[in-house]
């Protein structure tokens, strides 16, 4: 299935690790980059992640295939 990666940012489509772990919503996409941004009304953490990390989207969230820890190497 191909995603629609414009409409993930534009929804602000939820983001969910491998680990079943919430991490926030995609904002944005740059180049093969995607921006996820967790937390709604203070910022607690931001990702730019490759998108050769997504394991798949189910029209409700975003899945990777890294757990909520590994994610922490994304950080800005």
């Not at 299935?1 to 969910?16: N, P, Q, R």
């Not at 180049?31 to 730019?48: F, P, Q």
């Not at 997504?54 to 975003?62: P, Q």
Request: aromatic share 8%; glycine share 6%.
């Amino acid at each position: 299935m191909e995603i629609d990666w414009s409409h993930l940012t534009e929804s602000k489509k939820g983001v969910k690790a491998s680990d079943q772990k919430s991490c926030g919503n995609v904002i944005a996409e740059y180049k093969d980059k995607l921006v996820i941004i967790e937390g709604t009304n203070i910022k607690s953490h931001e990702y730019i992640v490759p998108k050769s990390i997504v394991d798949h989207y189910d029209g409700k969230n975003l899945y990777l295939n890294k757990s909520r820890n590994a994610l922490l190497e994304f950080t800005v």
